[in-house]
């Protein structure tokens, strides 16, 4: 597939993951719960208003469009609504002379009163051709238009009200729209009843058709990445259909496409969390396109040299294109597989890799093609050995059978975020009382489990650590005991690299230990707070 046939699909395919492209994305919303007529005086609606702002919401949140390039008009006049046009349509200019020729999708929504060919407004209505004057200035390669509009009058349901009062001809794309503008290249039209029925607003879920539309958003059953216009079409024209009829009405939704070039679905929401990540070196600049193959999703992506930029995206197998000033046809590719939660740097070929924490590394990445002058490296995880000992002081109480400080040697395993730790902790105390003493040894095996960070360098884990305190304690007369207590806590350790050397691993948290007071008379358990402070030094031997 050519460079050009893939800019062409971005169309088709764009996302929240590429913001720092740029959005071919438009839409123009439009709601009026009042809708004059100089003919027949019509009753208010009670949704069309709210119903356009919801589609508003669902267009920035699940289709990929960009909040400016979004305009919403409510409760607004011809004149307001044309204005309102004429500011999408010179921002589309004004993208145009700062990104080039790209194709843009655009989508014009209204939901509110119809009769006779015509857009109710709070004024005069919208006909034709002015749907028709719109849709050239945008120059859009893929219109889409949507109406949720009828007049068809004042049925006394409990429920469901027609918008309008007799069943007349509403606004229907296929009879009003210029033939030009019908069979014009890359355009859908769906209206929500066909000529002489009724469309209906149902007093609370809204306009049938819309609200159905804008459940399709995230309920429509997704084809790999996306939902596809396709199926949210049908998934909002079955249950209209089927809602009406249930309530004793009949409202057929339709649809009319004209000389779609797409080879495949063409995708309008995209509900699928995006796990993964583009990570674009700070020295890079250029446009590139991101296909991800089992979908022929397409994103562009401006980078400008000065700053990293990282771009969400989805698992699976993708194709990076860099294009040329001329976007040619011989644009380099990559192909490449993005596992979840994967993190892919773009960079120049012979500068420094990037910092990564104990457990983690920069690794060239296996793929297919070739980007030119550019390396992909990916973050992997690591299984590194960290073998050393250091100091640990655990607080205790002037009642406490316990030794505060001690030396440890630890043997530990981190791989990734994960981290395993095995510790032997050894101290000892002694007290002299006027008529006693004692002396005590502590002998601690401690496991400790731990998630951890990547700080570029440092790594910070949150870890549980506990494990038996083997004790042995001789009194000055010469009697001896010897006792299991136990010691659980949960903090945070910190992993700082010494170049070249080793790593300084400083821990510290809450715990509680559960041990004997200090009389030599007092044999039961007892339950103390005991923070800990330690510090080791630890020497990485990687296992890779």
Partial sequence: MTARRLAFLALFLWSPGAFAGSSVRYALVIGNNAGLSTEVALEPLLHAESDARGLRDNLVRHASFDEERVVLVTGGGRREILAAAARLIAKRRLDRAELGSLPTLFALFFTGHGLAGKLLTADQPLDGRDIAAIKKEMDAALTIG?????????????????????????????????????????????????????????????????????????????????????????????????????????????????????????????????????????????????????????????????????????????????????????????????????????????????????????????????????????????????????????????????????????????YGRLALGLELGFSTTSTTFPAWSFEEQELSPRLALGLGFDLGGPRLDAEVIGGPILTSVRYGDGASDHRIDKSVGAGLRLLVPIPSVALLSLRAGPALRWSRGIAQSDTADHLFFAPYLQADLLFPVSLD
């Avoid at 509403?170 to 039209?189: K, Q, Y």
């Avoid at 029925?197 to 007093?203: I, L, M």
């Avoid at 892919?344 to 793929?367: M, Y």
């Avoid at 050995?385 to 009642?399: E, S, T, V």
């Fill in 146 to 414: 949507f109406f949720d509009a009828c007049f068809s009058g004042g049925l006394d349901l409990d429920a469901l009200k027609g918008k309008g009062a007799v069943a007349t001809p509403g606004f229907n794309p296929v009879a009003e729209l210029p033939r030009e503008v019908l069979d014009s290249e890359g355009t859908m039209w769906f209206v929500s009843s066909q000529q002489g029925e009724a469309s209906y607003e149902d007093e609370k879920l809204g306009g049938l058709l819309t609200h159905f539309f804008s459940e399709a958003f995230t309920a429509a059953a997704a084809d790999g990445i996306g939902v596809s216009i396709e199926g949210m079409w049908e998934y909002a024209r079955a249950r209209t259909v089927a809602y009406a009829s249930r309530r004793g009405q009949r409202q057929t939704p339709s649809k009319l496409v004209r000389n779609l070039d797409a080879r495949g679905p063409v995708y309008f929401a995209f509900p699928r969390r995006r796990t993964s990540t583009l990570r674009f070196d700070e020295s890079m600049q250029g446009t590139f396109l991101v296909r991800y193959d089992e979908s022929s999703l397409v994103e562009r992506v401006e980078k400008r040299s000065g700053a990293a930029l990282d771009v969400a995206a989805y698992e699976g197998d993708v194709t990076i294109s860099r294009l040329g000033a001329d976007a040619r046809e011989s644009a380099p590719v990559r192909q490449l597989h993005l596992g979840g939660g994967s993190v892919v740097r773009l960079r120049q070929p012979g500068r420094p890799l990037p910092g990564h924490a104990p457990g983690f590394v920069e690794a060239s990445l296996r793929s297919k093609g070739d980007l030119g002058e550019l390396a992909l490296t990916e973050r992997r995880s690591q299984s590194v050995l960290l073998l050393g000992g250091g100091y640990r002081y655990a607080h205790a109480g002037p009642n406490q059978l316990a030794a505060a400080n001690g030396g440890a040697a630890a043997v530990g395993l981190v």
